[in-house]
């Protein structure tokens, strides 16, 4: 072990262990049903408590890195390389202590979000009448650059970031990107408006059933999609939530051939977890994941926002074939979200309605 936690780094020290000991995990130097060090042996050569290592410890078993043994310790769990680990393992694990209702939100400050329209107003001026670029307003997309940055993990560029009046739009356009040729795959069961997209728009689809931690692999192996559709964080209705071994099954299988994910990251900021789960597009090997996220429940509904992060090589595509679209997100509204990230408020939010959650739960 040489894992080197830095004092004076921002980083909270349990998540500086958490990073390290997970990388180790998924580079094999800790493989599956191996033991990891006892809490007390790393926190001595690490110099921390025992406390920070059992933090650290538990994120890994939230994230489905590790497991917990009773009086034996912890082990891995996770199979870098095993797309058949969990392929009889059919029934659904559902997250029971957490509602699966989509259509409300977490309660965003009234008096915060009306406050920073004011300020918008008087800070931009006739400005908001101005019509947003094709692809949204350059400040809410450099915010939004930032934001996934610090809080996901998720590095892009403003170009590869394109806004849009929510998330069916932006299926859509994901549609006549990839084109209307290509199979689509989406989880049995699924969000239905997902499926009623795909309907709409006249493509081949199938539906791949949902096992415990993901689509079961003997399905996902045997599709013939070129595009899979996944909500990997708590997915809706059935409660699933991806594991670490079946997120990095789905990147292998799109590492197969030109095939492509879209990855709907729609809640998952609202995770009880001390920190939100390991996005697809953050482990990205092979530049082949649409990232998707919306502000409907972490605002509000009425908003109508959302936003979609495109593969680098896709860009280009993108530009040539839909580029003359209009934004369909008022500037106006895209400066007042923007300001909300930028301030802090949007996160403090997060922050508020997640600890709430985890108190709830205690």
Request: net charge positive; with cysteine; charged share 25%.
């Given at each position: ?7 004076s780094n921002?980083t ?5 262990l ?5 990388d ?17 042996t ?10 920070t290592v ?6 890994l078993?939230?994230e489905?890195?590790?497991?917990s ?5 912890y082990f ?12 009889e ?6 997250i ?31 400005n908001?009448?101005e019509r947003?670029?094709?692809?949204g307003?350059?400040e809410?997309?450099d915010?939004?650059?930032r934001?996934?940055?610090r ?6 560029e403003?170009?590869?970031?394109i806004?849009g ?20 795959a989406?989880e ?8 009623q997209v795909?309907?709409?728009a006249?493509?081949?689809?199938e ?8 689509i ?7 599709s ?14 059935s ?5 670490a ?5 789905y ?6 051939g ?8 729609f ?11 390991d996005?697809l597009?953050s482990?990205?090997?092979h530049?082949?994941v ?27 595509q ?6 003359f ?6 500037t ?5 979200l923007?300001?909300?990230i930028e301030?802090?408020d ?5 922050n ?5 959650k ?5």
């Open positions: 072990m040489n894992y080197k936690i830095d004092k921002t909270a020290v349990y998540l500086q958490y990073k390290q000991i997970r180790d995990i998924v580079s094999g130097v800790y493989v599956y049903n191996s033991r990891l060090p006892s809490k007390r790393l926190a001595e050569e690490c110099g921390v408590s025992m406390i059992e933090h650290a410890y538990l994120l078993c939230d489905g890195y590790v497991e043994r009773e009086r034996s310790g891995v769990s996770f199979r870098k390389n095993d797309g058949f680990q969990t392929s393992r059919v029934g659904f694990k559902r029971e202590s957490m509602s699966t209702d989509i259509s409300g939100t977490q309660e965003f400050p009234f008096s915060v979000l009306t406050k920073t329209m004011r300020r918008v107003m008087t800070d931009y001026g006739e908001i009448l947003s670029p094709n692809a307003c350059v809410f997309r915010a939004i650059c934001y996934l940055a809080s996901r993990g998720i590095h892009v403003l170009e590869q970031i806004i009046s929510g998330s069916e739009y932006l299926y859509s356009l994901i549609i006549e990107l990839l084109g209307r040729k290509k199979r689509y989406i049995s069961p699924s969000y239905h408006k997902i499926e795909y309907q709409a006249d493509v081949e689809y539906m791949l059933p949902l096992g415990r931690d993901g079961v692999s003997n399905a996902l192996w045997g013939e999609a070129d595009v899979l559709h996944i909500t990997p964080y708590r997915s809706f209705p409660g699933v939530i991806a594991s071994t079946k997120r990095y099954e990147l292998r299988w799109a590492g197969m030109r095939r492509y994910i879209i990855e709907d990251d809640e998952s900021e609202f995770s009880v977890s001390t920190k939100p789960e996005t597009v482990c990205d090997l530049d082949n649409i990232y998707m996220n919306t502000f409907s429940r972490t605002i509000s509904p009425s908003l109508r926002v959302g936003y979609m992060v495109l593969p680098k090589t896709l860009v280009p993108f530009e040539e074939k839909l580029g679209y209009s934004c369909t997100v008022p106006y509204i895209q400066y007042v923007a300001a909300l301030n802090g949007f996160e403090r939010h997060i508020r309605v997640r600890r709430k985890r108190k709830e739960l205690s």
